[in-house]
Structure formats: C-alpha cells, structure tokens
C-alpha cells in the first residue's frame, strides 16, 4: 500500500485512520529521511487511538521514548536516531515495552531491525514534489 499527502494535516489523517485497525501489542516501525512526517505520523496515530487532544505528541529525539496513555491503548513512541547500539535500546527495557500490550510506533526503526518482532508492520515516509509525502507499507 502506498499514498501521497500533501500536508502534515493529510499526513495525520491517513496514520488516524489506520488506528482504527490497529490492536493491542501491534508495532509500527517507520524510516524515512528527516522532516519526512514521522513524528505527525505519530500524532495521527494518538489521535486515532483517542489519546486526550491536550496531550503534545512531539518527538521523542532527546527523551528516546514518550508514553501516552488515556486512550483506547496506550502509545509507547520511541525514538532510535540517537541510540548508538542495540546494547542501548535493551537497557531501556524494550522488552517490558513489547510485552505491555501498547502499541508502539518507532522512529528510525531500521537502526536496529533485529530488536523487532516479525509481526511488525514497516512504514517508509518519504518526501515528495512541491511538499507532499508518500508513506509506502513495506514487506520486511
């Protein structure tokens, strides 16, 4: 599946819609450039999953992980561009995080693909003419 937006509001509509199908332990790892729509991406998802519109989805770059909850699942949205090795990731407890139930949404997923399960669901964002964005689902 692919489709272009043309906006981060398009962007995040398409991610809030998918939210709808998505259930509890699902993994969504994304890739994609900087500035390519992960993080709204995101926000689509917390959206969709009715985490409360005062909650700020921002991306978690400095924190590696942000968890939202108050919705229909809670959201673990993690970060890997700044980790340096899988030793890292493993010291946060990312196992307890994939055994929680959550859904959990990576950013820089492909730092570390072997960390993830096979039932995860890829994502690539990518930019596009005149400041649209194509989100492709990839086989893994």
């Known amino acids: ?64 992980v942000q968890e939202y909850s108050g919705g229909r699942l809670p959201l673990y949205h993690f970060d890997f561009y700044r980790l340096e090795s899988p030793h890292d990731l493993l010291d946060l407890g990312w196992d307890d995080y994939l055994d929680a139930g959550a859904i959990t949404v990576i950013e820089w997923a492909d730092k570390f693909p072997e960390l993830l399960p096979p039932h995860t669901s890829w994502w690539h964002l990518s930019h596009g003419a005149e400041g649209s964005r194509t989100i492709a689902e990839k086989i893994h």
């Open 1 to 64: 599946m692919s489709i272009t937006t043309h906006s981060p509001e398009e962007t995040e509509a398409f991610a809030r819609n998918l939210a709808a199908s998505l259930k509890e332990g699902d993994i969504l790892a994304l890739t994609g450039d900087l500035g390519a729509g992960k993080t709204h991406f995101t926000r689509g998802l917390a959206n969709g999953l009715n985490i409360p519109a005062d909650v700020a989805i921002s991306s978690p770059t400095f924190s590696i």
